[in-house]
C-alpha cells in the first residue's frame, strides 16, 4: 500500500480520504449570522399575516368561478363544489379512480398553492 501511495504521489493524483467527497459544496453566503447564548428565540420568526392566505384564496376562488369554455361554459370551483356534493351524498363510498373529482381537485388546490 506504502508504494501505491508513493506512485500516485509522484503521479500527482491527490488521494482521497473515506471522508472526502467528490462534490463540492456550494459557497457559503456572505451574510453573517449572530447566535448569543441566553436570548430567548424571537417567537415572531414567521413574521405572520392572516391576510396573505385571505387574499391567496380569494385571489384564486373569484378568478376561478369564472365561467370558461373549456369547463362547458361552467365554473372550474362550481364543477368542483358540484363533484364534491355529488360524492357526498354517496358518502360512506369514496370517488372512483377515474371520477372527474380528482382533476377538478388536483387544478383547483395546484391554482391555489400557486397564488398562495
Known sequence: MALSMKSAQSLGVARRGPLRSAVRAAP???RAVTVRAGQPYPSDWLRKDPL???LGFLGWTIPANIPTSAFGGSSLFGLFTERI???LASFPQGP???DR???YFALYHAGLFACI
Open 28 to 30: 457559503a453566503s456572505r
Open 52 to 54: 396573505v392566505p385571505v
Open 96 to 98: 372512483s379512480i377515474d
Open 101 to 103: 373529482f380528482w382533476l
Open 85 to 87: 356534493a355529488a360524492n
